[in-house]
RNA sequence: GGCGCUAUCGUCUAGGGGCCUAGGACACAGCCCUCUCAAGGCUGGUACACGGGUUCGAAUCCCGUUAGCGCUACCA
């Protein structure tokens, strides 16, 4: 294959959406590929709805995820006058004519058959104006949109995720191309840009596929050859419904807050939708981009559940070196508003890691180990430590003592092992009961790294200050 | 309503006529490991929507039914 050139196309009327992500994804694996070019432009045409807000939503997820564009950002609101040019040469040429139905006109029209149960549909000769009054309005100046003249036939295309799918030109309604204000139809400036930029390959969500073959006859009607389309499925909710707002988080952005990993969440959504054939799912970059195929798109829509999502950040977390996770955990402690004072947190993140699902978990089992007053509490304010009653005071007297035997340069993992397995050993009693309130003294839960570890992690003087604090309590 | 797309475990998927008494992963259950929880290892249950063809043989090809989704704007 001569090299792709792709685009991706998002326009600027909400955040990044998972859905839009993959696209971009896809896009941008095909054009990694086979070494083509990948374009982004920003289809802010609706200015209704467009802000620059959401541009730089979109740009900033996208630069996020590692998704790196070629060319662009482009504007599709700064070509208008070609998509003008372009349209009126329709016009000129046959292909289009002028509509001077107003739109108010044709609500009412739309009314009036919904009315009478019936299904509203364009059709050129029976909506036309009559001859004079065609006239009348044109030499009055009153303004008019161009319309495109759908002809008939088949139209198909050999789709490079369904194979061939087919519409007949008949069941298609002629379409705006031009708004009576001189401004282009979505399909209109999608066609004109996407010969502009020479886009060989045009890969979308599902709901394009019936703007495809307008857009093919657009492509025919101006004299050059469609690309090739690709339609990739689209993304459901857990109810099998189109993935909305109401579903929970969708933006990207989302997902960043809860604290996942870029990587992981290109990874699960490189799978959402395309597989690399066979068992593997853990890839790296450089793998996705090798394997990439839009043959292996699958073609029917994906749920999108993120527990599979957070499995595979965990993945990342255990995979990932503590130095390349620290920036990340301080911004979320640093939201947290967790004072870390200069603290090395490289070893605690290091023996947390792997219990931890996302950045978040990850900063909130560090929080409790470098801020005391972190350690979780119930409603009351009481401490779980305090509700083991007195059977492990005694315990924890006893680990004190031990412990605090031990010099500072000695205060490791191993020394401190050896320490509660002698106490538990010369008291006769069993590990677990040694080593269970004292993790429940220092993080509040019964839940951690193993203890010798965590005693490491958060110190020798913090250690034995909450030890002493819990059994005193 | 019309047109189009789709149909393998609860979910993501492998599979492109015999290798499938359907494989992997997540989730779930149990066991091992073990001071707890993860991680890791092992084991288990759960799927080819339905009905017709084609074929010696169909999850794989064809047709129909059903269901889901999408589109049906002077939105994108």
Redesign the pocket.
């Given at each position: 294959m001569t090299a792709p050139r792709v685009r991706f196309a998002p326009?600027p009327?909400g955040y990044l959406h998972v859905g839009g992500a993959r696209t971009a994804l896809f896009n941008w694996l095909f054009a990694k590929h086979y070494h083509g070019t990948f374009v982004l432009r920003i289809?802010d045409?609706?200015k209704e709805?467009s802000t620059e807000a959401h541009t730089q939503v979109i740009l900033d997820g996208m630069r996020w995820l590692g998704i790196t564009w070629d060319e662009g950002p482009f504007f599709?609101g700064s070509y208008a006058a070609r998509h003008r040019a372009d349209a009126e040469r329709l016009l000129a040429s046959g292909h289009a004519y002028k509509?001077f139905?107003?739109?108010a006109e044709?609500d009412a029209e739309r009314e009036r058959i919904k009315a009478s149960g019936g299904?509203?549909r364009?059709h050129r000769r029976s909506m036309e104006l009559p001859a004079d009054e065609q006239a009348r309005r044109e030499s009055a100046g009153m303004?008019?949109?161009i319309r495109f003249a759908m002809p008939e036939g088949e139209i198909a295309w050999d789709d490079a995720v369904?194979?061939r799918?087919?519409?007949?030109g008949a069941?298609i309604?002629d379409?705006?191309i031009l708004?009576?204000?001189g401004s282009a139809?979505?399909?209109m400036a999608v066609v004109s840009d996407d010969v502009e930029m020479n886009i060989s390959h045009v890969i979308r969500g599902?709901?394009?596929?019936?703007?495809t073959p307008k857009q093919i006859a657009l492509y025919r009607a101006l004299g050059h050859e469609p690309p090739i389309f690709g339609h990739v499925p689209?993304i459901?909710g857990t109810d099998?419904?189109?993935l909305s707002k109401r579903h929970g988080a969708t933006a990207v952005g989302d997902y960043q807050d809860m604290g996942i990993l870029p990587g992981a969440m290109r990874n699960f959504l490189a799978?959402?939708?395309?597989?690399p054939?066979?068992?593997r799912?853990m890839l790296t970059e450089s793998e996705l981009t090798e394997s990439f195929s839009l043959?292996?798109i699958?073609?029917?829509?994906?749920?999108f559940?993120t527990?599979?999502l957070e499995?595979m950040n965990?993945?990342y977390l255990?995979l990932m070196d503590s130095t390349e996770l620290l920036k990340a955990v301080e911004r979320q402690l640093e939201r947290m508003g967790v004072a870390t004072d200069g603290r090395n947190l490289l070893p605690i993140i290091n023996s947390v890691k792997?219990?931890s699902r996302t950045i978040l978990n990850v900063a909130e089992q560090v929080a409790v180990r470098v801020d005391g007053s972190r350690i979780v509490r119930d409603d009351k304010g009481t401490a779980l430590v305090a509700k083991m009653g007195d059977r492990f005071s005694g315990h924890l007297t006893l680990d004190h003592e031990a412990l605090s035997r031990i010099p500072e340069f000695d205060w490791l993992p191993e020394a401190i092992?050896g320490a509660l397995r002698t106490v538990a050993e010369t008291h006769s009693l069993k590990?677990?009961d040694v080593?269970?309130p004292i993790?429940v003294a220092l993080t509040g839960g019964?839940?951690?790294?193993?203890?010798?570890?965590l005693l490491a992690v958060v110190g020798r003087e913090e250690s034995l200050r909450r030890i002493a604090d819990a059994s005193s309590s």
């Open positions: 326009s009327t289809e045409t609706d709805r599709q509509d139905l107003t739109a044709l299904v509203f364009y303004p008019y949109a369904h194979g799918i087919s519409w007949q069941d309604d379409f705006i708004r009576s204000d139809i979505y399909n599902d709901d394009h596929v019936s703007n689209m459901l099998g419904k189109k799978l959402l939708g395309w597989s054939g066979g068992d799912e043959e292996h699958q073609s029917k829509p994906a749920v559940d527990t599979k499995w965990g993945q255990s792997t219990r092992e590990l677990g080593m269970q993790r019964t839940v951690s790294e193993p203890v010798p570890e």
